[in-house]
């Protein structure tokens, strides 16, 4: 605003003057119904001693003359309304005047319900200057009634014109409304727009944003923020003579932001906070008093999140630093260049404490808030998309889900580029959205957007693949070695490729089975009863290629065999059937003719069996050796497969093997 805080004087009490104050002297002409706000005016001269007063929560003191200042320290006490006990006595920051002040004045206070006042001045080395008065406010007394359709509506923070970054971006890519920081508006703190003097003026692009406190004690609940700020509206304008509340924004204690002066807050509305610097600036007020004490990391995110948003929309770095020409202050006279920070504290660019030494010293961290680049940023997953090593598989369509650390009030918006085209762009609160991928490979890129400007991108590659894989052998069923006990021994076999990747086979019938990226998998069936394997082949990117396979296992015995040659018939429980043929003579054979896909001779094998020599349509396939350390019965010793079903025949010769010529044969089995 425009004014200056003086040093407070040390409690040298070279001289004390103590008024009491009541109620006698309550100007009717500020309190009148139907006024918002109402504000005793009470005059030091009229009082004489403690007076209970009409309710009020907050209290400055002034005089008539804005030139003038107080000698000394202006101290008040005030009376609780729910205790009726006196508080212990604080002093108030002095102010210095601006052009167009109506009075000269203290900050005001907070002092929360009280009904009774007493105001001294300690240390005062000269006469006080005239006209001095208490101002009590009571933000909470009835709002105004009457006729007020000729004054302009309030403005709702979201309701401003869209800045130019909230139109579509070059005719393609359309951009999201740039965001206002979440804040209590007008309507929500229930400014009295029946004060306001003026339409309210604007100015150009925000080249620097000033921090202020308002000195008026921090011992409020934040449920009170709304009072304070309706009192300090009701004080400089009905005592101070402002056309309306000097900030452009507010923010308490607990970091509730509140829309100051009326205008617009995407507008650069011209305020009254730092005298010879209104122009071509924004400025918040921290609701309290920070000489001793700083603020919260709520209070520092939510000043450096206004501060972004304005000097952000102008280009401006909030980290940097600018020069600027005074339009006249006690700093800085008419015409005079002041370097300063982006944010600056008040005393930058004024003769005064404000915002606090303490608050001051924070504003380095609220300027590396205000002006860092979006931190964090990450990929979280990709729906809509499968992770192989580092790169990314998906059939088109992907929802992206990403997270970062910077708040979402500091995010002005988010970015998806396409191999760097900008392809959508979300809300600074989102964290996904959807994209569809042509085929072939890609660079999907997030940019998160600082309300500063600056930005952090993620990328990620991603492979768009819309074909399906193939079954290039298989889904088959061939006959393997092992027991015939009971049933027979099969292996499921598949060959599946994919240009970018097989991830997985799974089998689908007749049960359910993740098969990995294997190739094949064991079973058995019953023999005679017809099965069906259905197999789904999976790619990375999620396409799928069914198949299946159906065969029936049918044993043929050693009777339907073709014989030549001698053989003798076998009965021991372990055959198959409890029968089977036995030969030892050399060149005795045995043939069987089928159709199908798939072989398997079954003998039974113990340590003086002989050799035998395989024949399959025809061809010599060589021998096989039945000699085994243990008896064995019922065993699958050779399989042979083909492609497709066929008719096909396999003949095997007894060899004569010597000192074990001996052979057991116990049929054929074959998949048909």
């Keep these: 605003m425009y004014r200056y805080r003086t040093k407070l004087r040390a409690a040298l009490l070279l001289a004390t003057t103590t008024i009491t104050v009541g109620t006698a002297a309550v100007s009717p002409a500020t309190a009148g119904p139907g006024a918002g706000p109402a504000v005793q005016q009470i005059s030091f001269a009229d ?90 406010i009571n933000p909470d007394a009835a709002p105004a009634t009457g006729t007020t359709a000729d004054r302009a509506a309030p403005e709702r923070a979201g309701d401003a014109r ?160 600018v020069v600027l020409t005074s339009g006249g202050g006690p700093r800085y006279p008419l015409g005079s260049r002041a370097a300063l920070w982006r944010i600056s504290g008040h005393r930058d660019a004024g003769r005064t404490d404000c915002p606090g030494d303490s608050l001051y ?50 995010i002005n918006r988010f970015e998806a580029y396409v191999d760097g085209e900008l392809a959508v762009a979300t809300p600074g609160s989102h964290r996904t959205t959807a994209l569809r991928l042509r085929p072939g490979g890609h660079v999907v890129t997030i940019r998160a957007l600082h309300l500063s400007g600056k930005a952090t991108m993620v990328g990620a590659k991603v492979i768009s693949d ?55 998998r064991n079973g058995t069936l019953a023999p005679g009863r017809p099965a069906t394997f259905a197999l789904r082949a999976a790619d990375r990117a999620g396409n799928t290629v069914d198949g299946a396979v159906t065969r029936t296992p049918v044993v043929a015995s050693e009777a339907a065999a073709d014989r ?31 159709t199908g896909s798939s072989a398997a001779l079954a003998v039974s094998r113990a340590a003086q069996s002989g050799r035998l020599r395989v024949f399959v349509d025809g061809d010599d396939l060589g021998v096989l050796d039945l000699g085994s350390p243990q008896t064995v019965y019922r065993q699958a010793i050779w399989s042979r497969s083909w492609p ?13 093997t010597p000192g074990r010529p001996g052979v057991v044969l116990d049929g054929l089995v074959y998949l048909k």
């Design 47 to 136: 009082a004489t001693h403690g007076h209970a007063t009409k309710p009020f929560s907050m209290l400055g003191v002034t005089w008539a003359d804005p030139r003038a200042a107080v000698d000394g320290t202006i101290q008040v006490r005030t009376r609780a309304t729910n205790t009726g006990r006196w508080t212990a006595w604080q002093s108030l920051e002095a102010d210095g005047s601006a052009a167009g002040d109506r009075r000269g004045a203290s900050d005001p206070v907070w002092v929360g319900a009280s009904a009774g006042v007493e105001a001294r001045i300690v240390g005062a080395r000269r006469p006080f200057p005239a006209g001095l008065r208490v101002d009590l």
């Design 162 to 321: 869209p800045a130019p970054s909230a139109r579509r971006a070059t005719g393609v890519v359309p951009l999201p409304t740039r965001p206002v920081p979440r804040m209590v508006t007008r309507a929500g703190w229930r400014a009295n727009e029946a004060i306001v003097r003026a339409a309210p003026t604007y100015t150009g692009p925000a080249q620097v944003f000033f921090v202020h406190h308002t000195a008026s004690g921090n011992g409020y609940s934040c449920a009170d923020s709304a009072a304070i700020v309706r009192g300090i509206q009701a004080y400089q304008v009905r005592t101070k003579g402002w056309d309306d509340i000097g900030y452009n924004f507010l923010v308490d204690k607990c970091g509730r932001i509140f829309e100051g002066r009326r205008g617009g807050v995407n507008r650069m509305v011209l305020g009254a906070h730092t005298m010879g610097f209104n122009s071509n600036a924004s400025a918040i007020a921290v609701i309290g008093t920070y000489g001793q004490v700083g603020v919260s990391s709520t209070v520092r995110t939510a000043i450096a999140t206004v501060a972004a948003y304005k000097l952000g929309a102008a280009g401006n770095a909030p980290a940097g630093k």
């Design 361 to 410: 010293r924070q504003l380095p961290a609220i300027r590396e808030i205000a002006g860092a680049a979006p931190y964090g940023l990450r990929y979280l997953r990709m729906p809509g998309a499968s992770k192989y090593g580092t790169t990314l598989y998906t059939k088109g369509l992907i929802r992206p889900l990403w997270n970062m650390i910077t708040p979402s009030a500091l």
């Design 466 to 520: 819309v074909v399906a894989p193939r079954f290039t052998g298989g889904p088959a069923l061939a006959l393997r070695t092992g027991s015939l006990d009971g049933s027979v021994p099969v292996q499921l076999q598949w060959t599946a490729t994919d240009e970018n990747g097989i991830a997985a086979v799974a089998l689908t019938g007749p049960s359910m089975l993740d098969l990995g990226t294997v190739h094949s």
């Design 564 to 594: 030549t040659g001698t053989w003798r018939t076998l009965t021991n429980p372990g055959y198959l059937g409890g029968v089977a043929l036995g030969a030892t003579a050399a060149g005795s054979s045995a043939t069987w003719q089928f």
């Design 644 to 656: 497709t079903s066929g008719s096909h025949t396999v003949r095997v010769e007894v060899e004569g």
